[in-house]
T-cell receptor
Framework: KQEVTQIPAALSVPEGENLVLNCSFT??????LQWFRQDPGKGLTSLLL?????REQTSGRLNASLDKSSGRSTLYIAASQPGDSATYLC?????????????FGKGMKLTVNP | GAGVSQSPSNKVTEKGKDVELRCDPI?????LYWYRQRLGQGLEFLIY????????KSGLPSDRFSAERTGESVSTLTIQRTQQEDSAVYLC??????????FGPGTRLTVL
């Protein structure tokens, strides 16, 4: 059974730092990996999607990498800002199971202090 | 363009009542998913619809839960005889050909 882990559960940093958020998954048989952010009381906003054949994706100050063989992904946030404060979720679509459902980690709550 | 929409945004009900939650996916997205997020827990998959294929209902927690989808549009999630443990945020998502899932704002269900 696929399990996704995000450590640490929470992180508090001063504004301007470059951040690395970690995600690990137990089974390398995945179709893709997706990073989301969730603001309090809101739904999920898709940040980046990495297909299983890709190594990384970039969007603005965000860069996500995927090492499928080791079961790891990292989300890099450059020059963090208070507006980046949110919970960040990593999720994978396992190839087994027949449907393209996401398996989520429990998220990492990021606080960027001005 | 319009994103995924869900209604109602909040629902408070009494134990034992039935509730119906609605999801309008992004136009043209053939796949639709329901997830549940209980307080302090991760998101759990409930059900998946893809075109005219039989839905994947493997995540539904009990037979009190059911869902329907009309063609490639609206979906409704129905919970019968609600229990307090059904209290959660129910999230709907739809995906494009790239399999990137886009989520709605959710329905917060509180069962008293």
């Amino acid at each position: 059974k696929q399990e996704v882990t995000q450590i640490p559960a929470a992180l508090s940093v001063p504004e301007g730092e470059n951040l690395v958020l970690n995600c690990s998954f137990t089974d390398s048989a995945i179709y893709n990996l997706q990073w989301f952010r969730q603001d309090p009381g809101k739904g999920l906003t898709s940040l980046l999607l990495i297909q299983s054949s890709q190594r990384e994706q970039t969007s603005g100050r965000l860069n996500a990498s995927l090492d499928k063989s080791s079961g790891r992904s990292t989300l890099y946030i450059a020059a963090s800002q208070p507006g980046d404060s949110a919970t960040y979720l990593c999720a994978v679509v396992p190839t087994q199971g027949g449907s393209e459902k996401l398996v989520f980690g429990k998220g990492m709550k990021l606080t960027v202090n001005p | 363009g319009a994103g995924v929409s869900q209604s109602p945004s909040n629902k408070v009900t009494e134990k034992g009542k039935d509730v119906e939650l609605r999801c309008d996916p992004i136009s043209g997205h053939t796949a639709l998913y329901w997830y549940r997020q209980r307080l302090g827990q991760g998101l759990e998959f409930l059900i998946y619809f893809q075109g005219n294929s039989a839905p994947d209902k493997s995540g539904l927690p009990s037979d009190r839960f059911s869902a329907e989808r009309t063609g490639e549009s609206v979906s409704t999630l129905t919970i019968q005889r609600t229990q307090q443990e059904d209290s959660a945020v129910y999230l709907c998502a739809s995906s494009n050909l790239n399999n990137e899932q886009f989520f709605g704002p959710g329905t917060r269900l509180t069962v008293l």
